[in-house]
């Protein structure tokens, strides 16, 4: 599986960014996908995840009411819609597949099998 993100930049505060993970490879319904970030020298942490069996989603407290995971099959893509950022969110995003289809409850602390290059999100404070 190949993942390659896309999106990431430079935006104000409050404003908002839509990030893409464009998948190729295995058919991407064997594969949860999630969304991670990680600041240099700090944890990565996870962001959200969509089911491949069937697209439900989760998200961990610094995304909620905030982001949002979607997925088009057509184009073997997912999105995260990132809304009222702030400078807490500079971070590299990786989206990543784990290993199983469906996100568990603890999905985050699931080590992927396949992992993106990365996008950089800057907010500035």
């Known amino acids: 599986v190949q993942l390659v993100e896309s999106g990431g930049g430079l935006v104000q505060a409050g404003g908002s960014l839509r990030l893409s993970c464009a998948a190729s490879?295995?058919?991407?319904?064997?594969?949860?996908i999630g969304w991670f970030r990680q600041v240099p020298g700090k944890e990565r942490q996870g962001v959200s995840c969509?089911?491949?069996?069937?697209?439900?989603?989760k998200y961990t407290d610094l995304a909620k009411g905030r982001f949002a995971i979607s997925r088009d099959n057509a184009k073997n893509t997912i999105y995260l819609q990132m809304n009222s950022l702030n400078a807490e969110d500079t971070a590299v995003y990786y989206c990543?597949?784990?290993?199983?289809?469906?996100?568990?409850?603890?999905?985050?602390?699931?080590?992927?099998?396949?992992w993106g290059q990365g996008t950089q999100v800057t907010v500035p404070s």
């Open positions: 990543a597949a784990l290993g199983v289809p469906k996100c568990g409850p603890y999905w985050y602390t699931v080590d992927p099998e396949f």
């Open positions: 490879g295995r058919a991407m319904d064997d594969y949860a």
């Open positions: 969509i089911s491949g069996s069937d697209s439900t989603t």
